[in-house]
């Protein structure tokens, strides 16, 4: 079947608003920012650079319905600040396939895992686990090299039964991937709002809303009790700022993988933990990037 797409570039205050519009009516949203900037140091986007948001859904008896609500809700958009007009164009199959595939290619990560948009026919093989992520909503399909990291160790530390809680959960995607590997309880919190709504869609679409309780925050949160597997892919500031904070989450034998940071901030990052009394049991390096893991040690010289 054709598809549909639909494509607006707009100033970065409206990317939030239009594909929230597009995810609305349509099957899948891709947001294309500019690069050229650092998130681990805590860089953005050039905040004046123009975005891309595209829509797609199949071109079937409901596309006409869909491009209405889409229009209507873009001439909405635009009484309080002007949207351009959605362009449209008809993709055949095979370029809509090779268009998806070179931007969000089906992962295989980890021994079992598939991770997939929600618009792939991928279909998993028996004993693999499919997780399919929206890579319109936010940070996190697994197509960054800490997030991979950050799944490959969650699904080799992990036990059945873990509770574990993920800090800046972005997409959601090691909540989701820990729920649907039997997770006994996930927690999630980051401090953005839009990832505490792409969370709860993307657990929603994977089944596993009941078991990923996810909140709008940060550390210190009180009563959230103790985790055996605190994952942090955040960057090395907020690493070594809330370093004493996922030492207190952390179960006596629990375990922390913490990511998002850049080589050069390593030895910072790993003082700022080891100084809450953890101990570094191994580490990975992923192109310019590292990801920690670190136990609980004897040594509780904070709490
Ligand atoms: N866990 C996902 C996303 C990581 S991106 C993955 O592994 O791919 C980092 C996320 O941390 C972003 O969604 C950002 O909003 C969030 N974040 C930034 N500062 C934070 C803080 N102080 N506390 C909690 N979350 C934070």
């Known amino acids: 079947m054709d598809w549909v797409q639909l494509q607006v570039t707009v100033t970065p205050e ?3 608003p239009v594909s929230e519009l597009f995810h609305r009516y349509a099957k899948g949203v891709v947001v294309e920012q500019s690069g050229g900037f650092n998130p681990d140091e805590g860089e953005g986007p050039d905040p004046e650079a123009p975005v891309t948001v595209t829509a797609y859904f199949p071109n079937d008896r409901r596309a006409g319905w869909r491009r209405e ?37 089906v992962l295989h990560v980890g021994c079992r895992l598939v991770l997939a948009p929600p618009w792939s026919e991928v279909a998993p093989m028996p004993g693999q686990v499919l997780v399919r992520l929206d890579p319109g909503l936010a940070f996190g399909t697994g197509h960054h090299p800490t997030t991979r990291r950050c799944v490959t160790e969650l699904e080799r530390l992990m036990k059945p039964g873990a509770r574990v809680l ?17 997770a006994g ?42 985790f055996d597997l605190v994952l942090a892919n955040l960057s090395a500031r907020l690493l070594v700022t809330l370093a004493p904070h996922l030492h207190a989450v952390l179960a006596n034998d629990g375990v922390l993988v913490g990511s998002g940071l850049l080589e050069e901030r390593r030895d910072e990052v790993v003082a700022a933990l080891e100084a809450t009394g953890l101990a570094l049991g191994e580490e990975f390096h992923d192109e310019e990037w590292v990801t920690v893991v670190c136990k609980r040690g004897d040594d509780d010289r904070y709490y």
Do not use: M, Y
């Open 14 to 16: 409206l990317v939030e």
């Open 69 to 105: 609500r889409i229009d209507f809700g873009v001439r909405v958009l635009s009484l309080i600040r002007p949207v351009p007009s959605p362009q449209e164009r008809v993709v055949s199959p095979k370029e809509w396939e090779e268009s998806w595939k070179a931007h969000f290619p």
């Open 166 to 182: 993920d800090v800046g959960c972005g997409s959601g995607v090691l909540s989701v991937v820990a729920a649907r590997l039997g």
């Open 185 to 226: 309880e996930v927690r999630a919190l980051d401090i953005d709002a839009a990832a505490v709504r792409a969370t709860r869609a993307n657990a929603r679409a994977n089944g596993v809303l009941r078991d990923v309780r996810v909140r709008r925050g940060t550390l210190p949160r009180p009563g959230l009790g103790a």
